[in-house]
């Protein structure tokens, strides 16, 4: 298996432009995570999605953040418009339950690196 | 504040040398778990330990856990160059299927 799939990896963009991250969960997977790393803030769940749907948002930060997750095989994290204050590296994990609550390991893309200028 | 605490913050040590980095966390929880980061890389599961479990072990790792105390540490034993990164511990609440993350361990092994 490829791992999760993280795109683009790296992004730079001007104030007030739409970004969109994509991600691409380990095929048989049904959790993902989306998580905001900073030196400021540490990592931070932003949202998570079970079979698609998502289940806790409480974490994205205002309305210029969604996700959205149309399939298995794909999720979309899109800020507009985008601000200075959003530049930080953007994780996508995933997990599977079906082995048990004993191996509840997530499995972390490369994340992608945004700068907003 | 989501994080949990961990330190030190950060860690230099020898080659050889072992390793102790602790972690709190603030809620009950179903597990603990230690993941570790290298530089521009994303996060690699290390080790598990469930509520009822006390201490663990793979390899060069130890883990313990006290929920008494909402306490955790890892200990890396024989420490190589190679083990250089971040290391974080994360809170699975019994509540859901959110991992909550301490602030890290920032260890440098000197060769």
């Known amino acids: 298996d490829a791992g999760v799939i993280q795109s683009p990896r790296h992004e730079v963009t001007e104030m007030g432009q739409e970004v969109t991250l994509r991600c691409k969960p380990i095929s048989g997977h049904d959790y993902l995570f989306w998580y905001r790393q900073t030196m400021m803030r540490g990592l931070e769940l932003l949202i998570y999605?079970?079979?698609?749907?998502?289940?806790?948002d409480s974490g994205m930060p205002e309305d210029r953040f969604s996700a959205k997750m149309p399939n298995a095989s794909f999720s979309t994290l899109k800020i507009q418009p985008s601000e200075p204050r959003d530049s930080a590296v953007y994780f996508c994990a995933s997990r599977s339950s079906s082995s048990g609550r004993a191996h509840n390991e997530q499995f972390f893309g490369p994340g992608t690196r945004l700068t907003v200028l | 504040s989501q994080q949990g605490e961990e330190d030190p913050q950060a860690l230099s040590i020898q080659e050889g040398e072992n390793a102790t980095m602790n972690c709190s966390y603030k809620t009950s929880i179903n597990n603990l778990q230690w993941y570790r980061q290298n530089s521009g890389r994303g996060l690699v599961h290390l080790i598990l330990i469930r509520s009822n479990e006390r201490e663990k072990h793979s390899g060069r790792l130890r883990v313990t856990l006290d929920t008494s105390k909402k306490s955790s540490s890892l200990l890396i034993t024989a420490s190589r160059a190679a083990d250089t990164a971040s290391y974080f511990c994360?809170?699975?609440?019994?509540?859901?299927?959110?991992?909550?993350f301490g602030e890290g361990t920032q260890l440098t092994v000197n060769p």
């Open positions: 999605f079970n079979n698609n749907v998502p289940i806790d």
């Open positions: 994360a809170s699975e609440e019994t509540s859901g299927s959110r991992l909550t």
